[in-house]
């Protein structure tokens, strides 16, 4: 895979691809850290004398214009991340987008519109999608993926724009895929897999292939209710997937017959509604009173999972174990997070929730070997599927 050292950039221009995807709130962001990720390859790319041309999606508005969704706040924090101005362009393609582009001076830097505006990005019909992105290839000569949350989607930015032009993979990319392949490839054991978040459906293939490969794995969040229920214990109102039940008894008597060793809580921290004030409790989590919720894992379980992490050489994270957004319910994933750090392991952090745990908790993002910005696209690549993102940039 080609990388940005292998372009002649001076005084050309290069659209960027970059992961811009930022929680808002009422127009603020509340968390930077995608900006922030993006930063490195802008300013190589400035450094060097190119006219950067950065474009994103910001959440789903599928193909229609939604001014609550506009990336113009994103402009305005890159700029003020950069120490320059970035020229924000009105439409993603239109008259204001090719103004922007064809305005800037080396080392300048524009940011169009939120892409997921135009309904040609992620369509699923090659022909429009193909159309969107013959006029967004046209605003540059050259091409540098590094939106490496957004690798596993086939849109017109991530698949089709780099062959329409002299393409190659920007740091931040060229850094997650050394990382995933860390994981993936030569792993120094005991390798240890965290897995949380809210539904088990969305970690069934990740599961499924790190049977064969992982040591452990940690179960918490959501999830593990689905787990508990399949060993015939009581849940109460916590989240079920029913449909997913045979397929997780099947996932532990794998586990049971090749070795693989998976950790589940002992305790829950349970609660009367889904609310910080509600009344909440630790118990045993094989006798989760009916009426009340699974919201955490409980205090024994955040040890115990503490320990199971303490002689690991590799480990893996994704989804928080818990409501880690309430602070009654964030004890579990605090407890994870500490146990990576103090394993000494080579850590990594699965992008999503669990790096916007990792700073709303107040921890240091170093202590942790990596921190990914694309949760959905690091467990795909996990799971053993080809990402057209990253397999775009390889062609």
């Given at each position: 895979?080609?990388?940005?050292?292998?372009?002649?950039?001076?005084?050309?221009?290069?659209?960027?691809r970059a992961d811009?995807?930022?929680?808002?709130?009422?127009?603020?962001?509340?968390?930077?850290?995608?900006?922030?990720?993006?930063?490195?390859?802008?300013?190589?790319?400035?450094?060097?004398?190119?006219?950067?041309?950065?474009?994103?999606?910001?959440?789903?508005?599928?193909?229609?214009?939604?001014?609550?969704?506009?990336?113009?706040?994103?402009?305005?924090?890159?700029?003020?991340?950069?120490?320059?101005?970035?020229?924000?362009?009105?439409?993603?393609?239109?008259?204001?987008?090719?103004?922007?582009?064809?305005?800037?001076?080396?080392?300048?830097?524009?940011?169009?519109?939120?892409?997921?505006?135009?309904?040609?990005?992620?369509?699923?019909?090659?022909?429009?999608?193909?159309?969107?992105?013959?006029?967004?290839?046209?605003?540059?000569?050259?091409?540098?993926?590094?939106?490496?949350?957004?690798?596993?989607?086939?849109?017109?930015?991530?698949?089709?724009?780099?062959?329409?032009?002299?393409?190659?993979?920007?740091?931040?990319?060229?850094?997650?895929?050394?990382?995933?392949?860390?994981?993936?490839?030569?792993?120094?054991?005991?390798?240890?897999?965290?897995?949380?978040?809210?539904?088990?459906?969305?970690?069934?293939?990740?599961?499924?292939?790190?049977?064969?490969?992982?040591?452990?794995?940690?179960?918490?969040?959501?999830?593990?209710?689905?787990?508990?229920?399949?060993?015939?214990?009581?849940?109460?109102?916590?989240?079920?997937?029913?449909?997913?039940?045979?397929?997780?008894?099947?996932?532990?008597?794998?586990?049971?017959?090749?070795?693989?060793?998976?950790?589940?809580?002992?305790?829950?921290?349970?609660?009367?509604?889904?609310?910080?004030?509600?009344?909440?409790?630790?118990?045993?989590?094989?006798?989760?009173?009916?009426?009340?919720?699974?919201?955490?894992?409980?205090?024994?379980?955040?040890?115990?999972?503490?320990?199971?992490?303490?002689?690991a050489r590799t480990?893996?994270?994704?989804?928080?174990?818990?409501?880690?957004?309430?602070?009654?319910?964030?004890?579990?994933?605090?407890?994870?997070?500490?146990?990576?750090?103090?394993?000494?392991?080579?850590?990594?952090?699965?992008?999503?929730?669990?790096?916007?745990?990792?700073?709303?908790?107040?921890?240091?993002?170093?202590?942790?070997?990596?921190?990914?910005?694309?949760?959905?696209?690091?467990?795909?690549?996990?799971?053993?599927?080809?990402?057209?993102?990253?397999?775009?940039?390889?062609?």
């Open positions: 895979m080609r990388t940005i050292d292998d372009l002649d950039v001076a005084g050309r221009r290069v659209l960027l811009l995807n930022v929680p808002l709130q009422d127009g603020r962001i509340t968390d930077d850290g995608r900006i922030r990720a993006s930063l490195p390859t802008i300013e190589a790319l400035r450094a060097r004398g190119a006219k950067v041309i950065v474009c994103a999606h910001l959440g789903r508005p599928k193909g229609q214009v939604k001014p609550e969704l506009s990336l113009a706040p994103v402009a305005l924090r890159l700029g003020e991340l950069l120490g320059a101005e970035v020229a924000s362009a009105a439409d993603v393609v239109g008259d204001s987008a090719r103004a922007a582009a064809g305005g800037l001076a080396d080392g300048g830097v524009a940011l169009l519109e939120n892409l997921r505006f135009e309904p040609g990005e992620t369509s699923k019909d090659d022909a429009e999608r193909g159309a969107f992105a013959d006029r967004l290839a046209a605003l540059a000569e050259l091409y540098v993926g590094d939106g490496f949350g957004a690798v596993h989607r086939r849109h017109a930015s991530v698949f089709d724009v780099p062959k329409r032009l002299p393409h190659a993979a920007g740091g931040l990319i060229a850094t997650e895929v050394e990382v995933l392949r860390k994981l993936t490839e030569d792993v120094e054991r005991p390798y240890a897999v965290a897995l949380g978040g809210s539904k088990v459906s969305d970690k069934l293939g990740v599961i499924d292939n790190l049977l064969g490969k992982a040591d452990r794995i940690l179960i918490g969040g959501g999830m593990v209710f689905t787990f508990l229920k399949a060993q015939g214990h009581e849940v109460g109102e916590s989240l079920l997937e029913e449909d997913q039940l045979g397929t997780v008894r099947e996932y532990l008597r794998r586990a049971e017959e090749t070795g693989v060793e998976f950790v589940l809580p002992v305790d829950i921290v349970a609660a009367t509604a889904f609310a910080a004030d509600a009344d909440h409790g630790v118990v045993p989590a094989d006798a989760i009173p009916a009426d009340r919720l699974g919201l955490d894992i409980g205090p024994e379980s955040g040890k115990l999972f503490a320990a199971r992490l303490a002689d480990v893996f994270w994704n989804g928080p174990m818990g409501v880690f957004e309430m602070e009654p319910y964030s004890h579990g994933t605090r407890a994870v997070a500490q146990g990576l750090i103090d394993s000494g392991a080579f850590t990594v952090v699965g992008g999503g929730d669990s790096a916007a745990a990792v700073r709303l908790l107040g921890f240091d993002e170093a202590a942790f070997s990596h921190i990914s910005t694309g949760g959905g696209a690091s467990l795909e690549y996990l799971e053993g599927k080809t990402l057209p993102g990253l397999q775009a940039l390889e062609d």
